[in-house]
Nanobody, 124 residues
Framework: QVQLVESGGGLVQAGGSLRLSCAAS????????MGWFRQAPGKEREFVTY????????YYADSVKGRFTISRDSAKNTVYLQMNSLKPEDTAVYYC?????????????????WGQGTQVTVSS
């Protein structure tokens, strides 16, 4: 199994930055895709970005493209989400997830393992 633990959330003013971390334990496989999702109150879980573990290919939702950057450190089994130019609408619980087969990496139903989530609050 894979266990994911997020950290780095907090309160930040609009225009500020945060860096989230997702530490993975257990065996990781080259077929895994690591994604970030977020969920605000009253809204469905929203895709943010993903990265393939082996090749490092990335994809971003239009809402965060140009502001957020996903990266990975294979030696540390850690995925990062650098969030810049934060907006109040970025406020949500952010979740790290692992998609084993990479067949549905743009939707939360396609992921097999999830972290506990970390709260990001952007004040105006």
């Amino acid at each position: 199994q894979v266990q994911l633990v997020e950290s780095g959330g907090g309160l930040v003013q609009a225009g500020g930055s945060l860096r989230l971390s997702c530490a993975a334990s257990g065996r990781t496989f080259s077929t895994y895709t690591m994604g970030w999702f977020r969920q605000a109150p009253g809204k469905e879980r929203e895709f943010v970005t993903y990265i393939t573990w082996s090749g490092g290919s990335t994809y971003y939702a239009d809402s965060v493209k140009g502001r957020f950057t996903i990266s990975r450190d294979s030696a540390k089994n850690t995925v990062y989400l650098q969030m810049n130019s934060l907006k109040p609408e970025d406020t949500a619980v952010y979740y790290c997830a692992a998609d084993l087969d990479g067949l549905a990496s743009l939707v939360y139903q396609g992921y097999d393992y999830w972290g506990q989530g970390t709260q990001v609050t952007v004040s105006s």
